[in-house]
């Protein structure tokens, strides 16, 4: 499996393509912004997209999705409760004093159990509302894409329209912790982090915040 990591736009989202060795294949998952640079290191990785997955709505995640699909022709996979998200882009943009291309809506709305498959490579879709309705987490091969849901010492926003922490807390400790402590688990802003370091040390959802 290949895994290039590209933080993209003002608010340095983390992009990624995942793709099959074998087939060259690729995913991109949540391209947030910098169309051009996604679609260089493409290019330089000789890889194909066939998948554009969104882990969640919001345009600093999926600014990129209309130019990547108008040259790809790749379809755009997202969750139905954030699909309405998706044409409203520039405006939520704006609110931030930035700029973002609205969205097509999904080819495909992916939910709890799903699989999208890649060349060799399936991703197992898992639910993880909280940061929004519709946030979704990607399980392939050892490595966990959770978007917004979980960072390194942290959680997403819940302050958004739609955000609710215990939501999110819930899907974090009851659908990734689950998953085992070695998985390596890319967020969507700042570094990588692993499930047993966040469950340990997460101040937010780790042992001293459990579940009643």
């Known amino acids: 499996m290949i895994i290039t990591p590209l933080a993209v736009g003002p608010i340095m989202a983390n992009c990624f393509i995942v793709g099959c060795e074998k087939s060259r294949a690729a995913a991109v998952i949540d391209p947030g912004d910098e169309a051009d640079r996604i679609l260089m290191a493409l290019a ?6 066939t ?19 108008k040259v790809t022709g790749a379809p755009i996979s997202a969750h139905a409760s954030d699909a ?3 044409g409203q882009l520039s405006r939520m943009a704006a609110m ?20 999208i498959v890649v060349g060799e490579l399936t991703f197992r879709v898992i639910h993880t509302p909280g940061h929004t309705p519709g946030g ?13 849901t979980l960072f390194a010492g942290s959680v997403g926003r819940t302050d958004f329209p739609g955000g609710d922490f215990e939501t999110l807390k819930a899907s974090i400790q009851k659908k990734l912790f689950v998953l085992g402590d070695a998985l390596c688990v890319h967020t969507g802003h700042g570094p990588d982090t692993t499930i047993g370091a966040e469950k340990r040390h997460n101040p937010f ?8």
């Open 205 to 212: 959802v780790g042992v001293g915040a459990r579940l009643g």
């Open 44 to 49: 330089d990785a000789g890889l194909t997209v």
């Open 136 to 148: 979704v987490s990607l399980l392939v091969d050892g490595h966990l894409f959770v978007g917004d």
């Open 51 to 69: 998948q554009i997955i969104n882990t969640h709505g919001h345009f600093d995640h999926v600014g990129a999705n209309a130019r990547l699909k």
């Open 84 to 86: 309405p998200l998706l």
């Open 96 to 115: 931030w004093g930035m700029s973002a291309e609205d969205s097509p809506p999904p080819d495909r709305l992916i939910d709890e159990g799903d699989r």
